[in-house]
């Protein structure tokens, strides 16, 4: 896995090569000698910084790293250019050999006060231009939220009646009805279930399918920082407990894992996923476990691609999906249409979030939901969920999980429920329904 973060940290340097090739034809030896000690250290530096802070590795931002470096290696250079390897330099140093080394400090500066303030301005205009492609990138992505809109796979449906409304039929088609928060407390007490519980702890989990039954899994996870790890290598196992029945009691499953979010180095879950995600953004605040049928658990994490350097609004279509074994760590990262039939939860509840959010406001286009436009047809997910920012219920309807939010006036003032989306969490088609009787409040909708 160092080699991806080698590979990783030569891409973010490459932009320094055009500044250090002019640097070697203008340096003397010496100067050449240092120069290449200080590019080894700056690598050195650079990738031990790219290990440790698992930074954005979408397109953008490692082009602004890139023009980072380019612009920054070429100030510096030509700074060198003019106070070290000019012809005047060299001979300025010469006369001033015969002083001491506050002289010669002294002459050499104020001499050259003028390159100084020049140095100065080439280091603000530099900036000035990171500011302004910031800027004008950001405004892109403001201003230009259609692609990204269009990306959206939508099935778009004038009524409600074949929609898979949340309506409790059986036990095997219902959204959840068990909170978040009471089935990690349920879990929470029952951390007792295994050897040397109080050095674990449960900091998220996922809803999925499981057997045909929507569960909810939580994996066992290090407390107690870096020393602790050490001791123990690995948790021993996670919870599963059903996501639909009240009375449900959370079980302990025994499968020891060794690659998780919470472990260190090489066997962090999150970095080894980072070390594939070249060209793309990881989803989500940490990797979410999900398990098979015979109850083998992975991590998986969303990941998204802007559209451009420019408009980085997300891609709604052309994502990967990375997997992690948390047994033997490796990873596999997915297209959509090949992401193994195991997998539930293909998309991130948070990008499915802001994906809603893009196709309720600006389905129409980014004008008509400004106050200029005529708001026509501008929408926003209801605040009545359980994931995703509260923002969607997540829904078992034949064998598949769904994310269910209601869709609501911009106005304040009105609560009624304009449509409904179904958003299917392997696949990502976005299914809208439309409502045309005033017969649910947000509340009502997932009741």
Known sequence: MLSYFALITLVKLSGLLLPFIWFLVIANRRGRLYGIL?????????YINTYF?????????MIDNWLMWLIGGFIVVAVLKRFVYSPDAV???????????????????TGAFGWVGKAALAVILAVIVFIILG???????????????NSIKVDMNDDTKSAPMPVI????????VNAPQTVSTDMNNSLNSFKNSNVYDLNHMRVQMYRGKMVYVAPVEFSGGFWRYIHYLKVPGYFRTDATDKNADPKFVAKPMRYTPSAYFN???????????????MVGSTSQLEIDNHGTPYYVRTLAKPLSYLNRNYDYKHYKVAVLNTITGKVNVYSPNKVPKFIDIAVAPEFVTHEVSMFGKYRHGFWNATSFGGHSGVMKPTQAGTEGGDKLTPYAYKGRVYYFTGMTSVNEHQSSILGYTFVDARTNTLHYYREHGNVMTPERAIS
């Open 38 to 46: 200080v590019v080894i250290a700056l690598f050195i530096v650079s």
């Open 53 to 61: 802070s698992l930074p954005d590795l979408a397109y953008p931002a």
């Open 91 to 109: 001979a300025k140093r010469s006369e001033a050999a015969g002083n001491g080394f506050v002289g010669q400090l002294i002459q050499r500066f």
């Open 135 to 149: 800027s004008v990138s950001s405004l892109i992505t403001t201003m230009n939220p259609q692609p990204a809109v």
């Open 169 to 176: 039929k059986n036990s095997s088609e219902t959204p959840v």
């Open 267 to 281: 066997r962090d879950a999150d970095r080894r996923i980072n070390a594939h995600s070249l060209g793309y953004s």
